[in-house]
């Protein structure tokens, strides 16, 4: 792979084998610990290592002699600069322009696969997210777990994970009870019928009218005038259906699919629910009994009552917990753990849930479940990322009303008014636990102050000067392979060299975003990425030499087109992981 750091810790695993061969070390030293890190002071070199560090003591030696005994063997190899020996014992080292310039190389020749990484080895990885109940649009809350699920996903991959994207959905409590009767009102409503205002309890919004229309289309009058228990099955079914296929299409105007869909209607009726509940019990998990009053509350009619419970506090949590409830139908954790139950089954060791923070504490009541059903297999576990809410603003107003939903604005009324690419860099710009103001003007503002804008720009940028090139030298080969054959060593300014730099540590950012689960960091490093190409622009308007197009000097204008090159691929490597297409031109 491409990881340059990487590529270094190899290199100093290879002079420590080799002290250890020539009976400088001992054979045996754990190197597990050993690490190859851009130093905290840029100005000590491009790398350090801890080595001496972690392994003198084991090693008999004294830190600092063991430091200047491998910075010896590396200033024996052409592709270290210089190194020296700092503080206790830490090796800092420059490389040689050449291995920056090879670095490039690779970016061109890999292009958005730059950044690829084995870190993961394969594992399969399964990430729930969005996982709205069918009742309705997605609003902004669960656009930006939406967001922030698909970028994880996406950043796992790259960092070699093997992942499956995941909806699950609750299509068996009141909620959709409360959906088909809507739709049923709303069905009587397309069929001529003066239905009024809509009662307490059902769902307002005028989407569902659409729901209603589409009933009739199918069935005409077939449940006008019938009882609810002739209707409410079908017309739930009916309901629930059309409502996802709104949904899907609503994610779709942001560039996500799931590979999968589950929900907990059919693990009730294929008997998962019933599989995990016994499992729980064959295992001698399951009792009845009492629990104490909730802590921290008076309650002087509190009545002990006996329930099914799960003792979880085997497995770390606070109190057991009830798995039905005092009429003996389901506890609403069960149908959780249930599906927990039914990903395990499917071979995921790992699992991920992207949840609203009104969720908080969800991983605290179902990670011992997942502990009691995987047994002796520790390697299974559970992460959940919570997300903070979204409050939309217009030119610094709040914004609560929509057009079709009511009370809320709908996805697709966002991404009508400032884009998908907008609106997943946005959703992305923080950390996923704070809360996210969304204002629709800066959204779309074109300045320096908004992220999108300016990392957009950065890439058009490219573009344009990459254009201008091939209008300048109309004979040149400008393709990326092309590219990577040009005279490199003729960049050679310490602006160009700290351009190379900053791209290279892209792949062990994305390894660190992945290991962190924090994909909003890649909008962090692109916007330092397009500051850094911008600094380099503007450099070149004031200075001559630094200009990246030269008509009197081809090969100098081929290298700096491939510097160019490699920039815009970085940032589209980026952006790809986002789920953004990068632009190459923006208009006012």
Same mark, same amino acid.
């Given at each position: ?29 754990d ?34 002699? &063991? ?11 052409? %592709?270290?600069k ?9 090796v800092?080292f ?15 020749? %890999? ?26 649009? +997605? ?44 739709t ?11 239905i ?18 589409? *009933? ?13 228990a ?49 499992? &729980? ?24 009552? #006996? ?7 085997n ?31 499917? =071979? ?15 991983e ?10 995987? =047994? ?15 409050? *939309?603003?217009?030119?610094g #107003? ?30 992305l ?73 900053? +791209?290279?540590?892209?792949?062990r ?19 330092? +990425? ?15 030499a ?17 510097l160019?090159?490699s ?7 980026? &952006?790809?992981? +986002? =789920?953004v297409?990068?632009? #190459?031109? *923006?208009?006012?």
């Amino acid at each position: 792979m491409s990881n340059i750091f990487q590529s270094y810790k190899t290199k100093v695993d290879g002079i420590l084998g080799g002290m250890a061969a020539n009976g400088d070390l001992p054979a045996d030293l754990d190197m597990s610990r050993v690490k190859v890190e851009p130093p905290k002071d840029v100005s000590h070199g491009d790398m350090a290592t801890n080595a001496a560090m972690v392994l003198a003591k084991a090693a008999g030696k004294n830190p600092r002699q &063991l430091g200047e005994a491998i910075v010896a063997k590396m200033q024996a190899m052409p %592709e270290i600069k210089e190194a020296s020996v700092a503080g206790p014992g830490f090796v800092n080292f420059r490389l040689a322009d050449s291995e920056w310039m090879e670095t490039m190389r690779t970016i061109l020749t %890999e292009g958005v696969h730059y950044g690829d990484s084995a870190l993961g080895k394969g594992e399969k990885v399964n990430i729930e997210y969005v996982s709205a109940n069918p009742t309705g649009p +997605m609003h902004a809350g669960h656009t930006r777990g939406a967001v922030i699920g698909d970028a994880l996903a996406n950043l796992l991959q790259k960092a070699g994970y093997d992942v499956t994207k995941e909806y699950y959905f609750n299509d068996a409590g009141t909620q959709v009870d409360v959906l088909a009767r809507t739709t049923h009102l709303r069905y009587r409503e397309a069929l001529g019928e003066d239905i009024g205002d809509i009662p307490e309890g059902l769902y307002p919004g005028e989407y569902l009218k659409e729901v209603g229309e589409a *009933l009739v289309k199918r069935d005409g009058d077939k449940w006008r005038g019938k009882d609810e228990a002739e209707w409410l099955v079908p017309v739930r079914e009916f309901a629930v259906n059309f409502m996802m296929g709104v949904i899907k299409k609503d994610l779709e105007l942001i560039g996500i699919t799931h590979e999968v869909f589950s929900n907990e209607r059919e693990m009730v009726e294929d008997g998962t629910l019933e599989t995990a509940f016994r499992t &729980l019990t064959d295992k001698g998990l399951i009792y009845q009994g009492t629990l104490p009053p909730p802590k921290g509350k008076e309650m002087e009619d509190w009545e002990p009552v #006996e329930l099914t419970l799960f003792r979880s506090s085997n497995f770390g949590d606070s109190s057991d917990r009830p798995l039905k409830k005092r009429d003996g139908t389901w506890a609403y954790i069960m149908p959780d753990i249930a599906y927990h139950y039914n990903k395990i089954q499917r =071979g995921y060791k790992w699992m991920i849930n992207v949840l609203g923070k009104d969720h908080h504490g969800y991983e605290e009541r179902i990670r011992p479940a997942i502990a009691a059903l995987a =047994g002796e297999d520790k390697d299974i576990r559970l992460n959940v990322v919570y997300c903070g809410m979204v409050k *939309l603003f217009k030119n610094g #107003e709040p914004v609560k009303l929509s057009k079709r939903a009511g009370n809320i604005i709908t996805l697709r009324e966002i991404v009508e008014e400032v884009g998908p690419g907008a609106v997943r860099f946005f959703m992305l710009s923080r950390t996923p636990d704070s809360e996210l103001d969304f204002d629709f003007a800066k959204v779309v503002e074109q300045s320096k102050d908004n992220p999108v804008f300016y990392v957009q720009y950065a890439h058009a940028r490219c573009c344009s000067v990459l254009r201008n090139g091939a209008e300048m030298f109309p004979k040149a080969d400008l393709s990326p392979e092309a590219l990577a054959k040009a005279d490199l060593a003729r960049l050679s300014t310490p602006e160009e060299l700290q351009l190379i730099r900053f +791209m290279a540590g892209w792949p062990r950012f994305v390894e660190a975003a992945a290991e962190a689960h924090e994909p909003h960091r890649v909008a962090t490093w692109l916007h330092d +990425m397009a500051s850094e190409f911008h600094a380099f622009w503007n450099k070149g308007r004031d200075v001559g030499a630094l200009r990246f197009l030269h008509e009197d000097d081809e090969a100098l204008s081929l290298a700096r087109m491939a510097l160019v090159k490699s920039v815009a691929t970085a940032i589209a490597s980026g &952006l790809a992981v +986002m =789920g953004v297409t990068p632009l #190459e031109e *923006l208009h006012g």
